[in-house]
């Protein structure tokens, strides 16, 4: 019966007001979007919204085509539950009705407040914002409103083929985080945010699509910050052409002639996953020249980015599991020798190691340091950082570190790919999650009892967080650096 009354009150004060509210009945928020009367959950101090759809669903008719407006509705929904994630191989429960968001908000709190969006990595193929790792309840608790979104991903995201070319083949996963920055700008009022303090901050192939959206006309004003944490900057993006020749193997391997908008979602898998194993890249952003025009580090060098504040970093090490492929690809297409690889790291013995640290070297901390350059030269605000932390528990046998500073920035624990903190560990999450927050909310990640960050005008300075210290200084790897610079 409480549950009852409280949906009555929310459905009379909703329809009182007449406009857009976020407000706490009870124990039961709810905020009114274009799509109807969204009923939220409450944890602790933090409202959080689930599943809530942005776009209509992309099955049939809309499968390969941008993202569609959802219907209105005046109708009370709950909004308890995560929606499925996006098709995928390898993922129970994945499904191609998928453009859904969540919102995470301080219970109770008046806004507007400061919004981060998060856009998940996974490499164009995998991932979910529904992820537990990605909760956005502890940066909520900061008084900021958190989104967190999904998107299409593999063939269903990324297919360039000549047959759906109508509306624009290929960049769909691009296309729907736009709809979501669209969503966000018009209902983010409705859960406190404040439309126009939206920062976008990611990892991996996130951070890449954020980079990709400060070079695209079609998002400028839509968000005003950006966090790129693990962005391989350099990363050569595919032509149209060569898009295509993806295309056409990937209806080969389909193998059928039929509409492809109205082939089994299994078949459709298992095609992506017969490419996937030739080519782990054969799915990603290619250059359309409609929303992607240039690669990254050609647009920053022109100066075509949105000249926002961006704090911009990467992790000591960037290897993970599936990353072996990626090592000797990139060890093969640098062409470097064994020689010149103990000159560059004198101090690491074995041939594997020094493999990855040339992986991270040269796919991610020499990019990054490039486009920290190149932004601070437009004169926009920048922050670098490199993240050498290791949680304590796992200091006897690091793993792969791409994505580990993840755990830090989200507050995550006890879960896959989130252990327990330590103490220690603890405080350095706080102290990493501060920076983030203060950013979002100014623009500077400064901030009372936090150690000062240097911006990265005029010269190498970054912050560096290390397991010993927690501090800005010049980049110890500016000279090796140097010698992979391009």
């Known amino acids: 019966m409480q549950s009852v009354f409280a949906l009555f009150a929310a459905s009379v004060i909703l329809c009182c007001n007449g406009s857009a509210v976020a407000q706490p009945v009870g124990q039961f928020p709810f905020a009114l979007t274009r799509e109807g009367q969204m009923l939220g959950a409450v944890e602790g101090e933090v409202a959080s919204f689930k599943g809530l759809a942005y776009a209509a669903a992309p099955i049939g008719p809309l499968r390969w085509r941008p993202p569609q407006a959802t219907a209105e509705s005046s109708e009370m929904r709950t909004a308890y539950k995560y929606g499925a994630p996006c098709l995928q191989p390898s993922l129970p429960g994945a499904s191609e009705d998928c453009l859904t968001l969540n919102v995470f908000r301080p219970f109770g709190v008046d806004g507007p407040l400061p919004v981060m969006l998060f856009i998940h990595g996974g490499a164009f193929v995998r991932g979910t914002a529904n992820d537990p790792l990605f909760d956005g309840g502890r940066l909520a608790q900061a008084g900021l409103i958190v989104v967190t979104v999904n998107f299409r991903l593999g063939a269903l995201g990324w297919l360039t083929e000549p047959a759906l070319s109508e509306g624009g083949s290929g960049n769909y996963g691009l296309m729907d985080q736009i709809a979501a920055l669209h969503w966000v700008h018009d209902n983010i009022a409705a859960f406190g945010g404040d439309p126009n303090n939206v920062t976008l901050f990611g990892s991996g192939a996130g951070a890449t699509s954020i980079a990709l959206l400060m070079l695209c006309a079609q998002s400028p004003a839509l968000f005003q910050k950006a966090i790129l944490q693990s962005v391989p900057g350099r990363a050569r993006l595919r032509s149209a052409q060569e898009a295509e020749i993806v295309g056409r193997q990937f209806v080969a391997a389909l193998g059928q002639q039929a509409d492809l908008r109205v082939a089994e979602p299994r078949g459709l898998l298992a095609a992506e996953k017969h490419l996937l194993e030739k080519s782990p890249r054969s799915f990603a952003p290619t250059i359309d020249g409609r929303l992607v025009s240039e690669e990254v580090a050609a647009g920053f060098a022109a100066g075509r980015e949105s000249r926002i504040p961006m704090i911009i970093g990467s992790n000591d090490d960037e290897t993970g599991f599936d990353s072996e492929l990626d090592i000797r690809e990139e060890l093969a297409s640098s062409g470097i020798t064994s020689d010149e690889l103990r000159k560059l790291y004198p101090d690491l013995a074995k041939p594997s190691d020094r493999a990855a640290r040339f992986y991270t070297d040269k796919v991610f901390s020499e990019p990054v340091r490039l486009l920290a350059r190149l932004h601070a030269a ?75 960050w240097d911006a990265a005008a005029g010269g190498d300075r970054l912050l560096l967080i290390t397991n010993d210290r927690l501090a800005t200084g010049d980049d110890p790897w500016s000279e090796r650096l140097d010698r992979l610079e391009r």
């Not at 994505?403 to 999450?429: H, K, T, Y």
């Not at 909310?441 to 009372?448: E, F, L, V």
């Open 378 to 452: 437009s004169g926009a605000p920048t922050f670098r950082y490199r993240f050498a932390y290791v949680p304590e528990a796992r200091r006897a046998n690091p793993e792969g570190g791409h994505g580990r500073e993840l755990q830090f920035i989200f507050g995550a624990e006890g879960m896959p790919g989130a252990g327990i903190l330590s103490r220690g560990d603890r405080a350095v999450a706080s102290r990493m999650r501060a920076y983030w927050i203060n950013f979002a909310k100014s623009g500077d990640p400064n901030g009372a009892d936090l150690p000062r």
